[in-house]
C-alpha cells in the first residue's frame, strides 16, 4: 500500500508564494498528480506529472503553478507562484501508475495524502 505526504502549506497573502511537497512511501512509476479542494466545493484537478515527464495544467494553474518531481527522493513538489484568495483550500496529492486518460480528474487515481491546508488573503 503506497502512501503519500504532503506538506508545506500554510497561510500567506495574495501574491506571495507557496512550495507544497508530497513524499511517497516506495518509488513511483506512472502518474502523479495536486488536487484541491475549497469549501463546498468538488475536489478538482490542479496538475499532473508523468514519469516520462509530461506535465498537464488546469487553465488557473497555468503560468503560476509549477508540478514537478523527484524520482530519487520520492518527492513530488507544487510551486505556487503569485497565489491568490480562490486558490485557497486543501490540496491533496495523489499517485497511479497507469490510466488510460483523463489524468487530471479525480476518479482516475487510486492512492492519496491527507491533504495540506493553503489559506490565501487579500
Known amino acids: 500500500q503506497v502512501q503519500l505526504v504532503e506538506s508545506g502549506g500554510g497561510s500567506v497573502q495574495a501574491g506571495g508564494s507557496l512550495r507544497l511537497s508530497c513524499l511517497l512511501s516506495q518509488n513511483f512509476y506512472g502518474w502523479l498528480a495536486w488536487f484541491r479542494q475549497a469549501p463546498g466545493k468538488e475536489r478538482e484537478g490542479v496538475a499532473c506529472?508523468?514519469?516520462?515527464?509530461?506535465?498537464q495544467y488546469a487553465d488557473f494553474a497555468k503560468g503560476r503553478l509549477t508540478i514537478s518531481r523527484d524520482s530519487a527522493k520520492n518527492t513530488l513538489y507544487l510551486e505556487m507562484n503569485r497565489l491568490k484568495p480562490e486558490d485557497s483550500g486543501i490540496y491533496y496529492c495523489?499517485?497511479?501508475?497507469?490510466?488510460?486518460?483523463?489524468?487530471?480528474?479525480?476518479?482516475?487515481?487510486?492512492?492519496w495524502g491527507q491533504g495540506t491546508q493553503v489559506t490565501v488573503s487579500s
Open positions: 506529472i508523468h514519469d516520462s515527464g509530461s506535465t
Open positions: 495523489a499517485y497511479k501508475p497507469i490510466i488510460a486518460n483523463r489524468p487530471l480528474e479525480a476518479e482516475a487515481y487510486d492512492y
